[in-house]
């Protein structure tokens, strides 16, 4: 079975700071890693994924995560923060053919002008 | 290209009674899951649809079931309403491969009174 802890339930950053959002998980297998982003009110959006490859995975809005098999880390960065860039980021796993996918709680993100 | 698109997006309802909500994935995608967020348990799988069968169930109880249609759309229902039950549901879809992206609705906010 699967399990992710995300370090931090909120975390604040000036504009045009680093952004860096911890995320370890469990997992019995080789698993898939995402990042997911949600907005108030809104589904989750996807900012990038792990599968295979590249331990370094560029996301859309200038995100980046680095997959370190010796650490079962997968931590979020962004080197300099926006304001759009408030929101709630989940980080989660599924394992092959497990067909689900299992959250953290979740870190809340605010940018301060 | 269309999204994932959920009905209703709010839903007002009465301890005991049961609902039915709605979701239609992206044209192409054959998987569906759902999913339960709350603010005190987060992100919860409720189950996952392929090919009208259910390949993946998450820890609820009996109330809560599901179905997928030969077009690929979903319901969820929700017997017996408590008031814990009251949530966010959202919907995804995606290609039936493990690692793939999974494309979330908006939501159904159900606020059970």
């Known amino acids: 079975a699967q399990s992710v802890t995300q370090l931090g339930s909120h975390v604040s950053v000036s504009e045009g700071a680093l952004v860096l959002l911890r995320c370890n998980y469990s997992s019995s297998v080789p698993p898939y890693l995402f990042w997911y982003v949600q907005y108030p009110n809104q589904g989750l959006q996807l900012l990038l994924k792990?599968?295979?490859?590249?331990?370094l995975v560029k996301g859309i809005n200038g995100f980046e995560a680095e997959f370190k098999k010796s650490e079962t880390s997968f931590h979020l960065t962004k080197p300099s923060a926006h304001m759009s860039d408030a929101a709630e980021y989940f980080c989660?796993?599924?394992?092959?053919?497990?067909?689900?996918?299992?959250f953290g709680a979740g870190t809340t993100v605010t940018v301060r002008a | 290209k269309a999204g994932v698109t959920q009905t209703p997006r709010y839903l007002i309802k009465t301890r005991g009674q049961q609902v039915t909500l709605s979701c239609s994935p992206i044209?192409?995608?054959?998987?569906v899951s759902w999913y339960q967020q709350t603010p005190g348990q987060g992100l919860q799988f409720l189950f996952e649809?392929?090919?009208?069968?259910?390949?993946n169930k998450g820890n609820f109880p009996g109330r809560f079931s599901g179905r997928q249609f030969s077009n690929s759309r979903s319901e969820m229902n929700v017997s017996t309403l408590e008031l814990g039950d009251s949530a966010l549901y959202l919907c995804?879809?995606?290609?039936?491969?493990?690692?793939?992206?999974?494309?979330f609705g908006q939501g159904t906010r159900l606020t059970v009174v």
């Open positions: 995804a879809s995606s290609l039936p491969l493990g690692g793939t992206e999974a494309f």
């Open positions: 649809y392929f090919s009208e069968t259910q390949r």
């Open positions: 989660a796993v599924s394992e092959t053919n497990d067909y689900k996918l299992s």
């Open positions: 792990y599968t295979t490859g590249a331990t």
């Open positions: 044209s192409g995608h054959r998987s």
